[in-house]
């Protein structure tokens, strides 16, 4: 069983500033990771997928993954207070095409105005 | 294209009872996947089913099965409710190829007297 590690948190920043999330990962073969975040009460909503070494930016979010330090995270550029969430992180452990994703226990994030 | 439904959105059973959850996943997806948030153990992978075959399970007890029709719709059953099975059960919606982006439906909120 894969295992995906998150700090609980609560990580508080100001409004404006980069928030940055981390996760660690047991399985070096893991080939494929997710950032969720989830409001309070909601389901989880896609943010960013990332596969190979790097960054990967889209919009105010970085994912950034290094496989050899089997670790991933999640940057959030000028954050907003809508940014204020749990912010899951995932990992995808099926085999012969199978879905399962791996999740570990989420950040909560609080973005102060 | 329509998002993932779930049905119904709340329920509220008593131990020993059974109860029946679906799901209908993004137009042309073809695999499900269902999984379970409670605040103690957070998500956690159930099953998953593609082309109406279950191609892996997490671990959980057989009361949970579940069950996937023709066009993809699926069905989630828990028999002999317990106390702890009250939670957030969550289905997934994705193509099918291994690494692919899942897409959370609402959630169905299931509690147990």
């Known amino acids: 069983q894969k295992e995906v590690e998150q700090n609980s948190g609560p990580l508080s920043v100001p409004e404006g500033a980069i928030a940055s999330l981390n996760c660690t990962y047991s399985d070096r073969g893991s080939q494929s990771f997710f950032w969720y975040r989830q409001y309070s009460g909601k389901s989880p909503e896609l943010i960013m997928f990332i596969y190979s070494n790097g960054d990967k930016e889209d919009g105010r979010f970085t994912a950034q993954l290094n496989k050899a330090s089997q670790y991933v995270s999640l940057l959030i550029r000028d954050s907003q207070p809508s940014d204020s969430a749990t912010y899951l992180c995932?990992?995808?452990?099926?085999?012969?095409?199978?879905?399962?994703?791996?999740f570990g226990q989420g950040t909560r994030l609080t973005i102060n105005p | 294209k329509a998002g993932v439904t779930q049905t119904p959105r709340y329920l509220i059973k008593t131990r020993g009872q059974q109860v029946t959850l679906s799901c209908s996943p993004i137009?042309?997806?073809?695999?499900v996947s269902w999984y379970q948030q409670t605040p103690g153990q957070g998500l956690q992978f159930l099953f998953e089913y593609f082309s109406e075959t279950q191609r892996n399970k997490g671990n959980f007890p057989g009361r949970f099965s579940g069950r996937q029709f023709s066009n993809s719709r699926s069905e989630m059953n828990v028999s002999t409710l317990e106390l702890g099975d009250s939670a957030l059960y969550l289905c997934?919606?994705?193509?099918?190829?291994?690494?692919?982006?899942?897409?959370f439906g609402p959630g169905t909120r299931l509690t147990v007297l």
């Open positions: 137009s042309g997806h073809r695999s």
């Open positions: 995932a990992v995808n452990d099926g085999i012969q095409g199978a879905q399962k994703l791996v």
């Open positions: 997934a919606s994705s193509p099918g190829t291994f690494g692919d982006t899942q897409y």
